[in-house]
């Protein structure tokens, strides 16, 4: 009698058949559950339970939820109401007239040049120093930078070159 005898091969090629059938019997474990399983008319669930709940949640659905949506938009959020305009403000007369303050910047006119002890000014007109021509008044010259003037009761320094950036720039 002659033996078969199993080789290395064949002995992997069994283990592997294994292997498989085992990977297909825990895949098809939870078909075998389902169909093992009782069916729910058999289990004693109540389908008219199920209607009305289903009704009652259609009735809650239209009376709340759709109440909530009724009138809104759903592409933007409206904007807050404008609040109540102030009351009217009456006026008495009992309000003293202040003047006006003074000045914080020059608004006079323009100057365009110092030419020896008088100050140019866009408008035309020229005015030397302890002069006061057009509401300008010149308190000082510094040829070719600055002249001091006072405007509207206030004095300020009007630039015609600015010394650090044009003609001695810093190092």
């Known amino acids: 009698m002659t033996r078969h005898a199993w080789h290395g091969p064949a002995y992997l090629s069994a283990a592997a058949g294994g292997v498989a059938m085992l990977i297909v019997a825990l895949a098809a474990w939870p078909l075998v559950v389902a169909l093992a399983m009782a069916s729910p008319e058999s289990s004693g669930f109540d389908l008219a339970s199920l209607d009305a709940r289903g ?46 303050p003074p000045p914080s910047r020059y608004g006079g006119p323009e100057l365009v040049a110092i030419f020896y002890d008088q100050a140019w000014f866009k408008n035309g007109v020229r005015v030397g120093v302890g002069e006061e021509s057009s509401g300008v008044e010149v308190l000082e010259l510094a040829p070719p930078w600055h002249a001091r003037v006072r405007w509207r009761g206030v004095d300020f320094t009007i630039e015609l070159f600015e010394r650090d950036k044009v003609v001695l720039p810093k190092k």
């Open 55 to 100: 009704e009652a949640h259609d009735r809650s659905y239209d009376e709340k939820l759709l109440a909530q949506l009724d009138g809104r938009s759903v592409f933007f959020v409206p904007a807050e109401p404008p609040p109540p305009p102030p009351p009217p403000r009456v006026d008495d007369g009992s309000r003293e007239e202040r003047p006006p």
